[in-house]
């Protein structure tokens, strides 16, 4: 089956991983991310390296009668194979399994999806040792800037090396750019704010009478989409299952159970608070971020929320690059007290973040947090243009400095 025609753009940051870590490796790549982030773009990309290919889509009916009766006969001549949506299928782990563990030549095999690829070690079926996850998200500053992402450790060394410096015109162009048409390859290289508004109503069909349909077969779409409608305006906020559930005139569980697809789905995430040595802290009340912040309708909703998705991501491709395991929380107690962001590297809080609209001066909260925390890192990130300050906090270096600058040592 001949791949569709490939649309050129912009290489993406996870491709050299994918290479390196996974396929050189006989490993299957499972690419996970939102829909029309690239994933299935970024496949055929990899796909064309291989001297023969083929890719395979779900929704091809001629393909699914061939899944279902023979599997293995697909890729028994192709050096590599994409198979699109696969999880889509029932059993697909089984039958990928199969074909894994039976070829006469490892054949490489790369999996896409727009739904979580969750894959659990299950007796007989476990995929375990066979695959290695790879999360793609939308574009960021940093992605939009250089071609390979820098390590974690590189990203902060070279950040608090910086010196003070007339802001680079590219970063801060890039940033007004993302928090207008957001990151998405499509709306983000278009420009056009008409063509966002379209694309934002299909997407969010296709996510729902899709995606939804396949994932869950529930029958109350109507629900969902009305759930998602006031999704935007709790954006960077707590979410609370309670007040949406009183909104919508449903069950607790019925609503906690929407949430869940859409997080499955990624149309949103949510960040939990870390609440290890801090006192009072609160424990169980997560925030609600979109993956398309281009949705949000309040600025300083939507710049946080875009920064909470360039962070999800540093630790996202950190964590699927091998540097360690990477986890993003927020900080709160029951004093109403708050840090926005807290990256925890390998189950220690590793660099506290704050987003502010403008304000310089910085926050009260870093000297109420560091002290439990003990981070040796700390950054203010600034919706403002030419500000770069570093400060000292104790034993915590501090960065204040522009969102463009600071966004831009991040994958």
């Given at each position: 089956m001949l791949a569709p025609k490939i649309v050129i753009m912009k290489r993406r940051y996870i491709e050299e991983i994918i290479k390196t870590l996974a396929l050189k490796n006989n490993k299957m790549a499972f690419i996970s991310?939102?829909?029309?982030?690239?994933?299935?773009?970024?496949?055929?990309?990899?796909?064309?390296?291989?001297?023969?290919?083929?890719?395979?889509?779900?929704?091809d009916p001629v393909f699914r009668r061939q899944w279902i009766k023979d599997p293995k006969v697909l890729i028994s001549d192709v050096r590599l194979a994409v198979f699109d949506e696969i999880h889509k299928a029932k059993n697909w782990k089984r039958n990928l399994k199969?074909?894994?563990?039976?070829?006469?030549?490892?054949?490489?095999?790369?999996?896409?999806?727009?739904?979580?690829?969750?894959?659990?070690?299950?007796?007989?079926?476990?995929?375990?040792?066979?695959?290695?996850?790879?999360?793609?998200?939308?574009?960021?500053?940093?992605?939009?800037?250089?071609?390979?992402?820098?390590?974690?450790?590189?990203?902060?060394?070279?950040?608090?090396?910086?010196?003070?410096?007339?802001?680079g015109h590219d970063s801060e162009q890039i940033l007004k750019r993302l928090l207008k048409f957001g990151g998405f390859p499509e709306p983000y290289l278009k420009q056009s704010k008409e063509?966002?508004?379209?694309?934002?109503?299909?997407?969010?069909?296709?996510?729902?009478?899709?995606?939804?349909?396949?994932?869950?077969r529930i029958p109350e779409l109507n629900q969902v989409e009305a759930l998602m409608s006031m999704l935007?305006?709790?954006?960077?906020?707590?979410?609370?299952?309670?007040?949406?559930?009183?909104?919508?005139?449903?069950?607790?569980?019925?609503?906690?159970?929407?949430i869940k697809y859409l997080k499955e789905l990624y149309y949103i995430f949510e960040i939990k608070p870390y609440s290890?040595?801090?006192?009072?802290?609160?424990?169980?009340?997560?925030?609600?971020?979109?993956?398309?912040?281009?949705?949000?309708?309040?600025?300083?909703?939507?710049?946080?929320?875009?920064v909470a998705s360039h962070l999800?991501?540093?630790?996202?491709?950190?964590?699927?690059?091998?540097?360690?395991?990477?986890k993003l929380f927020y900080l709160k107690n029951k004093q109403k007290k708050e840090i926005d962001f807290l990256i925890v590297r390998d189950n220690k809080p590793w660099v506290a973040v704050e987003c502010k609209s403008g304000k310089e001066e910085p926050s009260p909260n870093f000297k109420i947090f560091l002290q439990y925390i003990k981070c040796d890192y700390a950054i203010q990130i600034l919706n403002k243009p030419?500000?770069?300050?570093?400060?000292?906090?104790?034993?915590?270096?501090?960065?204040?400095?522009?969102?463009?600058?600071v966004l831009s040592y991040l994958p």
């Open positions: 991310g939102p829909r029309q982030s690239g994933k299935t773009t970024l496949a055929k990309i990899l796909m064309t390296e291989e001297s023969t290919h083929k890719y395979f889509n779900w929704d199969g074909i894994y563990d039976t070829l006469e030549e490892k054949c490489k095999i790369i999996v896409t999806g727009s739904a979580r690829l969750n894959v659990y070690k299950k007796g007989g079926d476990s995929l375990l040792g066979r695959y290695l996850n790879f999360r793609l998200h939308p574009f960021t500053v940093g992605e939009l800037l250089r071609t390979t992402p820098m390590s974690p450790d590189g990203s902060l060394k070279h950040m608090f090396a910086d010196q003070k410096y007339n802001l063509y966002l508004n379209l694309w934002q109503i299909g997407r969010s069909e296709k996510i729902v009478k899709e995606d939804l349909r396949d994932l869950s935007p305006e709790r954006a960077a906020n707590p979410l609370s299952i309670q007040s949406l559930r009183e909104d919508l005139e449903i069950a607790h569980d019925t609503a906690q159970r929407y290890k040595v801090i006192p009072r802290s609160i424990k169980k009340e997560g925030k609600l971020y979109l993956w398309d912040w281009s949705e949000v309708p309040t600025e300083g909703e939507k710049f946080e929320n875009l999800l991501k540093a630790c996202d491709y950190w964590t699927d690059s091998g540097h360690g395991a990477f030419n500000v770069w300050e570093k400060i000292r906090i104790e034993n915590t270096q501090l960065i204040i400095g522009s969102a463009s600058r």
